[in-house]
């Protein structure tokens, strides 16, 4: 059985933590500049349509997971069902990785959030990131099509309830 994740609101104290994982190579080469990154994922704190959490098995916090509405930044993914969410994730501790927490993690945050409603989730990872295609389809998610976006080209995946 797979374990229960905690997703807890990210906070100001939760920005070193974010700094350094950002920094690891795992991280980097996916999401790219540290700083530039950093200053995107602390920018959104006290973004309205932008929750943002840090990833916890067993209290222990391994990831981040940001859920946004689309519409907000809704950038060449194309007309999606009213109050479609977004959503990415990483995880920053290297031991972590490998284990099937990814997959094991989106999946319950998608159903928690499916329980309350929501029609779709998608999402638009690196067409080459195996490992995160591999996490988003164990999870539910479906490719749909090749998308263009301001950081290149991505595969917009979708999740429905």
Not at 14 to 35: E, K, M, T, Y
Not at 83 to 109: C, K, L, N, V
Request: net charge negative; hydrophobic share 40%.
């Amino acid at each position: 059985m797979a374990p229960t994740y905690t997703f807890r609101p990210m906070n100001t104290a939760d920005l070193p933590l974010i700094r350094r994982w950002l920094g690891v190579s795992h991280v980097r080469q996916w999401w790219g500049d540290p700083d530039e990154q950093f200053a995107l994922v602390s920018g959104d704190l006290g973004e309205p349509e932008m929750d943002q959490f840090i990833v916890l098995a067993a209290m222990r916090p391994f990831g981040y997971l940001q859920c946004y509405q689309l519409t907000a930044w809704n950038t060449g993914l194309g007309p999606q069902p009213e109050g479609t969410r977004g959503i990415d994730q990483f995880i920053g501790e290297s031991d972590m990785i490998g284990r099937g927490h990814g997959s094991a993690f989106i999946r319950q945050f998608v159903d928690g959030s499916f329980r309350q409603g929501l029609p779709r989730m998608v999402t638009d990872p690196d067409p080459r990131n195996a490992r995160a295609l591999r996490a988003y389809e164990k999870a539910g998610f479906v490719r749909e099509r090749m998308v263009d976006t301001p950081d290149g080209t991505a595969l917009l995946m979708v999740r429905e309830p």
